[in-house]
Nanobody, 125 residues
């Protein structure tokens, strides 16, 4: 079994920054990518950013391009999400997920085998 543990959430004012971390207990052959999702109250879970472990190729939702950066430390099995210029609409529970996906399916919730418990991000105006 693989455990994913998120950390780094919190409350900030608009324009501020946060860095989220997702630490995996291990990677298996059922994981080629790690993705950050978010879910706001009353809304569907949406993909925010993905990174492919072997290539470090990244994908971003249009709503966060230029503001968020996903990166990894493979020695620590940890993926980071640096979030800058935060907006109130970024407020959500953020989850990391791991699975085997492609550049087409990276944001599809059903393609991920493993999920963390989530970390709350609140941005006030």
């Amino acid at each position: 079994q693989v455990q994913l543990v998120e950390s780094g959430g919190g409350s900030v004012q608009a324009g501020g920054s946060l860095r989220l971390s997702c630490a995996a207990s291990r990677y298996t052959d059922r994981i080629n990518s790690v993705t950050w999702f978010r879910q706001a109250p009353g809304k569907e879970r949406e993909g925010v950013a993905a990174i492919y472990i072997s290539s470090s190729r990244t994908y971003y939702a249009d709503s966060v391009k230029g503001r968020f950066t996903i990166s990894q430390d493979t020695a620590k099995n940890t993926v980071y999400l640096q979030m800058n210029s935060l907006k109130p609409e970024d407020t959500a529970m953020y989850y990391c997920a791991a699975g085997v996906t492609s550049g087409v399916t990276w944001s599809y919730v059903s393609w991920y085998y493993y999920w963390g418990q989530g970390t709350q991000v609140t941005v006030s105006s």
